[in-house]
């Protein structure tokens, strides 16, 4: 038959929770040494009995085990405090995102002439001005551009008739040449 299942609550007799301490006690510090020497790991123990009496074991030094505790946890502290600041900085930056993106989506349905009866006299003023300075500078890029084609289609026409100049000139020595050749025949 097996044993039945230990009720985990505080052991009312003084002597009963004595002999069940020290039991229990030596069974945890033979398992802290067990796990040290079989994984090779740092482990450290510390206990102290409900008298104040202190027990500990360490596998590298109890004092040592602690100090690298909390060399471990003040680092991961610090970088947990350098995540939760970063964190909240993205946040606020996703925000910041956000407002602007919702700002600049209003202030291109203005400019598409949506959503224009909230704004006040003023506002209108200022879009209608920010309108004319885009027309404007779409006005002069187009006249740059056009400019810049008449320019182009200047120089093509130059040369489409330099070359057709140069073609008639050739023809004109062809007609010659055959007209010669046609004489010479005719001649003979």
Known sequence: MGRGKVVLERISNKVNRQVTFGKRKKGLLKKASELSVLCDAEVALIL?????????????GTKNTIDRYRQFHSKNTIEGEDGEHESQSICQAVTKLNAKYQSLQLLNRHLLGE????????????????????????????TKKMLERVEALRKLDTELEQQNKELKEKIDKEMQLQEGNYRRRGSL
Not at 116 to 129: A, I, Q, V
């Open 48 to 60: 102290f009995s409900n008298e104040g009496k202190l027990f500990h074991f360490g596998s590298t």
């Open 115 to 142: 959503d224009l009866g909230s704004l006040s006299l003023k506002k209108l003023r200022n879009l209608e001005k920010q309108i004319e300075g885009t027309l404007s500078k779409a006005r002069k890029c187009k």
